[in-house]
């Protein structure tokens, strides 16, 4: 009943905004030449907050306490931010008039179909550029994900950043599941202890570097946390300088140390056996298994293997360190 008569209120505010409106497209000479300025077509209208709430006080109920919310209520900066609701969801008096027809608001959820760059759009009318810079063209705008794939503006789920899950990795995950298992490797970064997440990397909404990567290099995205790697070194490791992922798998990994491989067969890998004392080590009767049955191990497979002798692998500032022994 309540419902009933704040409905005809709105309507009957409608009816007037619209005719106002009309009056202002029929009253300039242009517009009157226009062929087809039926009513029908004539843009929707912000009706206010208090006209949504009368149907979707639900929804408000955990809005109420997002950031959106208290900018727009208690210190909108403009026009926009000031109609709260419509501020993303459009000018809502159509949709007022006719709840069922899916063209008549902007929604952000699969179901009701709005075209995803028309929701972005919404979005990026206010958070256009900064880390958004490289949105348009992205890997994840090319595959139409929308920004609600990621964000719930709509509740508080995560402590910030107003994402659909409690954390950021569990946002990606709901798509990325074969990150999840790497996390899960007996030598992982720590994202799963929340010592950092995916975003200490990457930059979701994209960048200029594949795969969505945060700086302009692999290694420019090590070195801020291990800055002991970046050198300057007198000997440098040339694999080292080149790519980090070289050797280690950023994920994760089963081996020791994120390693993309066991050593020694890591380092043999590039170093030949045709080339220097690599070519005379690790043969058949020096492994540890020959070791049992009375072979002679070679010390270079134990421990740290080739590294109990080229210990400063990432580089070295030792005068005679060339070979990274020191
Ligand atoms: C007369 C009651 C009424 C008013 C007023 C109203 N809505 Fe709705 N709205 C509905 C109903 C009912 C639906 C669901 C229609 C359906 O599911 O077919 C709906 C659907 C929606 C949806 C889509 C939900 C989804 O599932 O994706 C959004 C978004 C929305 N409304 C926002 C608003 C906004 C913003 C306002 C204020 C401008 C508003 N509504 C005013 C009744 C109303
Ligand atoms: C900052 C942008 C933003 C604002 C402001 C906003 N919404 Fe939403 N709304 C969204 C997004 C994004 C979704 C989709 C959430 C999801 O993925 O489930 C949504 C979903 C909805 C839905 C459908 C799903 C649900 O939660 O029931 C309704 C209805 C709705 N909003 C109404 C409102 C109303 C009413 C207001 C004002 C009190 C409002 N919205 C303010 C962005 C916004
Ligand atoms: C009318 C302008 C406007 C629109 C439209 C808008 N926002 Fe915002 N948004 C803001 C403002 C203002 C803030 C407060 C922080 C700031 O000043 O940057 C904010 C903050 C955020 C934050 C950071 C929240 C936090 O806890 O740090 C996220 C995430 C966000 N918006 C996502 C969205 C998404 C997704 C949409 C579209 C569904 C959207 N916004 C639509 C103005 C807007
Ligand atoms: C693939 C997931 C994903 C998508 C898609 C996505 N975001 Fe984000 N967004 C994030 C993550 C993760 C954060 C960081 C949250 C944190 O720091 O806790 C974030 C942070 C933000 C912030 C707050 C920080 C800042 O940059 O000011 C805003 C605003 C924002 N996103 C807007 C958007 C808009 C607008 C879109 C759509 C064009 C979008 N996002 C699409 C994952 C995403
Ligand atoms: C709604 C699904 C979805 C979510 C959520 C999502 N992604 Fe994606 N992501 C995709 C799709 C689709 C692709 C492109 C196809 C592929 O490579 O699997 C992609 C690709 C990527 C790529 C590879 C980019 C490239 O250039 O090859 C990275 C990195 C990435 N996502 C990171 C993230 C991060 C970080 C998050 C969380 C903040 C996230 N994604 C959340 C769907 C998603
Ligand atoms: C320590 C930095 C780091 C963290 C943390 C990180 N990534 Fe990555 N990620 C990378 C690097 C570097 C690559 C490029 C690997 C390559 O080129 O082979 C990559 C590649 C990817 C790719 C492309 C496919 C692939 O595996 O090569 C996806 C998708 C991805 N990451 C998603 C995620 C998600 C989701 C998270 C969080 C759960 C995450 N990443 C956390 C550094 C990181
Ligand atoms: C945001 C900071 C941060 C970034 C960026 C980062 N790391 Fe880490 N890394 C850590 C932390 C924290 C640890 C865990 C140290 C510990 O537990 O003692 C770690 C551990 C490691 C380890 C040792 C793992 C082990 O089992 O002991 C390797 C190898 C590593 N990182 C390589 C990389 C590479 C390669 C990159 C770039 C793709 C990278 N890290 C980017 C913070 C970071
Ligand atoms: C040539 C192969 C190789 C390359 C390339 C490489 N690493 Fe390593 N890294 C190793 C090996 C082998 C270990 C194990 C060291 C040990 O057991 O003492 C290691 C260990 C680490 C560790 C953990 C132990 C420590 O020394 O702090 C970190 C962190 C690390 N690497 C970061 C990096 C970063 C960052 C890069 C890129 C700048 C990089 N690595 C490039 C081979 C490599
Ligand atoms: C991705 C390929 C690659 C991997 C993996 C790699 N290296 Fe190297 N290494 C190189 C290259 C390239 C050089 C430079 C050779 C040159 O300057 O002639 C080099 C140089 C060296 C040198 C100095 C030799 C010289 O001639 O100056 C030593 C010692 C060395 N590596 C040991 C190792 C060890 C030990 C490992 C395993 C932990 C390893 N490398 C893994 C590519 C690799
Ligand atoms: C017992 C100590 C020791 C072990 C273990 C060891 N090396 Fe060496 N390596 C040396 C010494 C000593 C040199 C020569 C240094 C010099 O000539 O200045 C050398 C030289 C090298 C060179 C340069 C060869 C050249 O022709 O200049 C490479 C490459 C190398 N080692 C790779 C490896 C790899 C790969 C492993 C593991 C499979 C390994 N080393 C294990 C002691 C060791």
Not at 113 to 130: A, M, R, S, W
Request: aromatic fraction near 4%.
């Amino acid at each position: 009943m309540r419902i009933q008569n704040s409905l005809c209120i709105i309507r009957a505010r409608l009816a007037a905004v619209a005719a106002v409106t009309a009056l202002a497209l029929f009253g300039s000479p242009a517009m009157a030449a226009a062929p087809e300025s039926a009513p029908e077509s004539a843009p929707a209208t912000y009706v206010g907050e208090k006209a949504c709430l009368q149907c979707h006080e639900p929804a408000n109920k955990h809005f109420g306490h997002t950031l959106h919310a208290k900018v727009f209520r208690l210190n909108p900066k403009n026009d926009t931010e000031r109609q709260v609701c419509e501020a993303c969801h459009g000018p809502g008096s159509k949709h007022v008039s006719k709840v069922d027809d899916k063209n008549f608001i902007i929604s952000f959820t699969r179901e009701w179909g709005t075209p995803i760059e028309k929701q972005n759009t919404q979005c990026l009318q206010c958070h256009k550029g900064g880390q958004r810079l490289h949105w348009p063209g992205s890997t994840h705008a090319s595959n139409k994900l929308g920004c609600s794939d990621c964000h719930n503006p709509m509740a508080n789920a995560s402590a910030k950043g107003l994402l659909k899950k409690a954390s950021i990795s569990e946002t990606c995950y709901t798509c990325h599941q074969q990150q999840r298992a790497e996390f899960k490797k007996r030598s992982h970064m720590p994202v799963p202890e929340g010592k950092m997440s995916c975003e200490d990397c990457h930059n979701p909404h994209g960048s200029t570097t594949k795969p969505l990567l945060k700086a302009d290099s692999v290694n420019e995205v090590c070195y801020p946390c291990h800055a002991e790697k970046r050198g300057p070194f007198l000997w440098e490791h040339a694999p080292v300088r080149e790519n980090c992922i070289n050797c280690h798998s950023p994920h994760g990994s089963n081996h020791d140390k994120l390693l993309v491989s066991s050593r020694p067969q890591l380092c043999q890998q590039c170093h030949s056996p045709s080339v220097g004392h690599p070519g005379q080590f690790f043969r058949n009767d020096q492994t540890a298994a020959s070791a049992l049955i009375g072979g002679a191990q070679s010390a270079r497979v134990i421990g740290r293997s080739c590294q109990n002798c080229h210990t400063q692998i990432h580089g070295s500032n030792h005068p005679s360190g060339a070979r990274f022994q020191r």
